[in-house]
């Protein structure tokens, strides 16, 4: 059993069978248990560790269907709707459960009712498992009637009341009248018998949504090597593919979710860039994320363990999709190599995507700002397929460069010799290398956004008087930025922050660009 | 069909094997080199040294010769870059990929720096890998694709796994497709004579002083025309074929007007004269200008640019 502390004294948190049949419960204090059994073994509970197990066991529950919850602290709630036939009936579906999660170690009891309320009671308290879905009403009372009132999920004060005046199941609720009842204990009573009864609807919230698209399929022995894995997922992508199809859509994002034998689930998720059908295409991509995750875990990127005996493919974005067109005129060359250019840098897209990791292949967008770290926007290219042109006009700035080729993500404090109070830098000394400079042009005034508003904390922190070299960020100061060569043609773009006056702190310089 | 159309498609299939004549392949649209003469510019320096120019399925390599020259180098690249998709379709794609490490170092690419090579940072795809492997294979793959224009590599880390395997797996790669892969060596800087691969091209490049401009009363001139140092370090073509001058460093200017590269006198740090005459900024990049520059500079009391100036007219 486990045992917390629980104000002030240890107390027994939950107890296995055999303590619970030596009759020792939970709620009491360690030392009365030991002083009844001097040999038992406690340990500290780990509430923690008990919901990350609980979690991972509810997302292995998803091999029997896709909408599965938690229900805390030591229950999951699966909705099996329309979906027992394929276990073949609902004794068989509760009967593999219980089995399943023996064989992993767990003592579980399971039940199937047609609402979230009757299942728990019925799991927990009730002696037949099953209530099966088209009973009467009359037939649920009597199924439900003899389970005493714990089964209504109610509060142990609530309990203990009903308890004084002699109510101990729920069929001493239901045979009496409702008002007296209401009056004297509330409302919550009845509305959660109605629960219980169907009478009103309750639904549970799975962990994660139900998914557009799914196939699966089951396999007698579990499969351990890459090979027949890989031909499984072609074949689920193809059916998947014809799914799609009939619909006329293609997926954004799928999902390959690999359900262990013993307990643990593996997922595998791509992102697409265009909506995509074509199973030699989606196995490519589902490929190139096993070699990146080979690549960290040499010997086992499946995380096999004895294999896996069911693969599902779900879809989880889909986007409507036409039929490819091809274009027949006089240009056809041009038309088809455009459009084929297209669909191949979408290729190449959705390829580096899936090994390096989606927000690593980006491209440009630009922005109405004259910041110059945020005049550009770096956003993944899987979600950009058409972005305009950033400069609509030829280069008509003469031809200097205005803006440098190379930025630095954080400008580097540099130290410099400058006449005051706006003179261009003389000499300047970066990563500790004194650089004279031979040519300069500037100073091009920054300033920061004045119809921003400055966020409130940095508000209240300069109001405070905020101590110098405290972490928060200092409001944006105006910045004069130079162009500036040193004698050796190396050319910088570097800028002085913040304007020089008498109460202002020093204005301090940074590097913060290089040009060709 | 009518007339004018067949017409069209005539011309438009003669024109197709035409092409296929010239390249001696089915190869796609771009594919072809430079016209003679004119990879760099017209005429240049480089375009003398380099006469068989700049082939387009093929690797060239850029390495700084300092490590201060990283973004000249970058540069000296995204001219190449430039060149190269003059000359491809027009919706082609420039693929630059930046291993974390070169993005730390020498700072992340900017959209709007690319103006000056006149390029569009809407055609940019830009990759970030994080280590050596996927950095060779990422520019793999992108050289493998159609619709990539030219691919720009950046590697890091990754230098001291460059060697004759990785670069011949990339060269190979860029013949398939014909497309230039341009392999910026980030991380070697000054070590482009120990680099032993299997490019077509290697370069090496450093900063060059910029023909100064003038500034209105300002102590300091204004810095002009991006210019850059180029050694040729290797050019594969054929076994007759031997570089002159291996380690001299060619000055070249770039023109963004032309986007072309074109020849810089390469002064040396120039006396101040106050008493130089105001001149227009046309004036100056015109043609004529860089010869009478020379004569600018002497024009006040400036003995020592008079008699360099001498000396090149004589010598060239």
Known sequence: MTIAKVKSTQRLVAVDREAAGLGLKAGQTLADARAMYPGLCAEAADPRGEAATLAELADWCRRFTPLAALDAPNGIMLDVTGATHLFGGEEKLVGEIATRL??????????????????????????????????????????????????????????????????????????????????????????????????????????????????????????????????????????????????????????ASLFRCDGKVHHIEIGTSRPLRDPALILRLFREKIEAASALNEDDPLERGYGFDVIRLAVLAAEPQDQDQIAWDVAWDAAWDDGFEAADLAKLIDRLGARLGLRRVTRLRAHETHVPEFAVAAIPAAYAPKLPALFVDPPTDGVLPARPLRLLQRPEPIETLAEVPDGPPLQFRWRRVLHHVVAIEGPERIAPEWWREEADFIKSERDAGGKPGSTFPHPALTRDYFRAENAEGQRFWLYREGLFSPQAPRPRWFMHGFFA | MSPGGRAAELSFLRARIARIAADGTLAPRFGGVFPRGQAFGVATILDKILPQGLAAGALHEIVAARPHDAAAATGFTLALAARFLGEAPARSALIWIVEAMAGRE???????????????????????????????????????????????????????????????????????????????????????????????????????????????????????????????????????????????????????????????????????????????????????????????????????????????????
Do not use: N
């Open chain 1, 102 to 255: 023996a064989a992993q170690g767990f003592w579980a009891q399971a039940a199937i009712a047609a609402t979230p309320e009757a299942a728990w009671a019925l799991a927990r308290f009730g002696k037949t498992r099953i209530a099966a879905a088209d009973l009467t009403e009359a037939a649920l009372v009597r199924l439900l009637g003899p389970l005493p009132l714990a089964a209504l999920r109610l509060d142990a004060a609530l309990l203990g009341g009903l308890a004084q005046a002699g109510l101990r199941r729920i069929d001493d609720i239901l045979l009496r009248p409702r008002a007296p009842l209401t009056a004297r204990f509330g409302p919550h009573l009845h509305a959660r018998l109605d629960a219980l009864l169907g009478r009103s609807k309750t639904p549970i919230s799975p962990r994660f949504e139900a998914p557009a698209y799914i196939v699966e399929q089951r396999f007698a022995e579990p499969l351990m090597r890459r090979e027949p894995i890989e031909a499984s997922l072609l074949a689920l992508a193809e059916d998947l593919g014809k799914l799609l199809t009939r619909h006329g859509e293609g997926a954004r994002r799928l999902e």
């Open chain 2, 106 to 316: 020498t700072g992340e690419p900017y959209g709007p720096g690319l103006r000056l090579y006149g390029l569009d940072p809407a055609r940019l795809v830009l990759v970030h890998p994080q280590t050596p492997q996927e950095t060779f294979w990422a520019i793999e793959e992108a050289l493998k694709c159609r619709a990539a224009g030219v691919v720009v590599g950046e590697i890091w880390r990754a230098a001291k796994a460059y060697d004759l395997t990785a670069s011949r797996r990339l060269l190979l790669a860029a013949q398939k497709q014909r497309r230039p892969g341009l392999l910026l060596a980030a991380g070697l800087a000054g070590h482009a004579g120990e680099l032993s691969s299997g490019a077509t091209t290697r370069f090496e490049v450093r900063g060059a002083l910029s023909p100064h401009l003038p500034s209105a009363g300002a102590r300091l001139p204004l810095p002009g025309l991006t210019a850059f140092a180029v050694r040729i370090a290797k050019a594969r073509a054929g076994p007759a074929f031997a570089i002159p001058d291996k380690d001299m460093f060619w000055p070249v200017l770039w023109d963004p007007a032309k986007a072309s590269f074109r020849d810089a006198i390469s002064l040396p740090q120039p006396a101040f004269s106050r008493h130089r005459p105001p001149v227009a900024q046309d004036a100056l990049l015109a043609e004529e200008a860089l010869l009478i520059r020379p004569r600018i500079w002497s024009a006040g009391d400036d003995r020592q640019g008079e008699e360099h100036a001498k000396a090149r007219r004589g010598r060239s």
